[in-house]
C-alpha cells in the first residue's frame, strides 16, 4: 500500500537553530498538508499546498516557517530559528482528493533545546 | 466554540461491546467528515468518511451522520483490546482544511 515517508524520524536541535523535516507524498497524490502534534495536544494544521503554492496556512504558520516542494517527489518543512515551544511532532500529509481522506506519514519528532 | 468538540474520555468498554464515539462540529457548511485513529507515539490512520446523513458500514465499524444536528458518530462492534487508542475526529471545512477534535481515548478490557 503505498505511504508517506518522513525523515528524520527523531531531530533534536538547539534553540535558534534551523531544522528540515522532509517528506515524500504518494506519487500521484496532488496535494499536501503539514501538521504538527504537541505531546498530549490535538493534532494540528500548518499549512497546505497545491499546485506549487501555498493554499492555506494557520496561525501557527509565521514567517518562521516556510514550505518547498523542491523536485518532483519531496515536500519540505522548514523552521528557521527554533524555539522550544516548537517541540512537537510533525505529521506530512498528502491527499490524491479533497474528499478522500488523508495518508499521514509516520511523523517527524522534533526536540528543541 | 471549538470548531470540532469530542469528549476526551476514557471510554472504557469490556472486549466484545460496543464503542460509540461522538463528535459535534461548528461550521455548516462542511461536507466532509473523517475518524481516524491513532495508537500512542504513532500517526493518524483513517478508518472512516462519510459524506451524506445516514449510516455508513465497514466491517466492524458504523459511522454516523446527522448534518442537521452537526453530528458524527463511530460505532465498533465487537470491541478488542487491540481496537484501544485516541479516535480523531476531523472535519473537512469549505476552504480544503482538515480540522481535528482532541480526540476520544478508547480503552478496551478484556
Known amino acids: 500500500e503505498p505511504e508517506v515517508t518522513q525523515t528524520p524520524s527523531h531531530q533534536v536541535t538547539q534553540m535558534g537553530q534551523e531544522v528540515i523535516l522532509r517528506c515524500v507524498p504518494i506519487?500521484?497524490?496532488?496535494?499536501f498538508y503539514w501538521y504538527r502534534q504537541i505531546l498530549g495536544q490535538k493534532v494540528e494544521f500548518l499549512v497546505s499546498?497545491?499546485?506549487?503554492?501555498?493554499?492555506?496556512k494557520s496561525e501557527i504558520f509565521d514567517d518562521q516557517f516556510s514550505v518547498e516542494r523542491p523536485d518532483g517527489s519531496n515536500f519540505t518543512l522548514k523552521i528557521r530559528s527554533t524555539k522550544l515551544e516548537d517541540s512537537a511532532m510533525y505529521f506530512c500529509?498528502?491527499?490524491?482528493?479533497?474528499?478522500?481522506?488523508?495518508?499521514f506519514g509516520s511523523g517527524t519528532r522534533l526536540t528543541v533545546v | 466554540q471549538k470548531e470540532v468538540e469530542q469528549n476526551s474520555g476514557p471510554l472504557s468498554v469490556p472486549e466484545g461491546a460496543i464503542a460509540s464515539l461522538n463528535c459535534t462540529y461548528s461550521d455548516r457548511g462542511s461536507q466532509s467528515f473523517f475518524w481516524y485513529r491513532q495508537y500512542s507515539g504513532k500517526s493518524p490512520e483513517l478508518i472512516m468518511s462519510i459524506y451524506s446523513n445516514g449510516d455508513k458500514e465497514d466491517g466492524r465499524f458504523t459511522a454516523q451522520l446527522n448534518k442537521a444536528s452537526q453530528y458524527v458518530s463511530l460505532l465498533i462492534r465487537d470491541s478488542q483490546p487491540s481496537d484501544s487508542a485516541t479516535y480523531l475526529c476531523a472535519v473537512l471545512r469549505p476552504n480544503d482544511k482538515l480540522i481535528f477534535g482532541t480526540g476520544t481515548r478508547l480503552q478496551v478490557f478484556p
Open positions: 500529509a498528502s491527499s490524491g482528493g479533497l474528499i478522500l481522506g488523508y495518508t
Open positions: 499546498f497545491y499546485n506549487n503554492e501555498i493554499s492555506e
Open positions: 506519487s500521484n497524490h496532488l496535494y
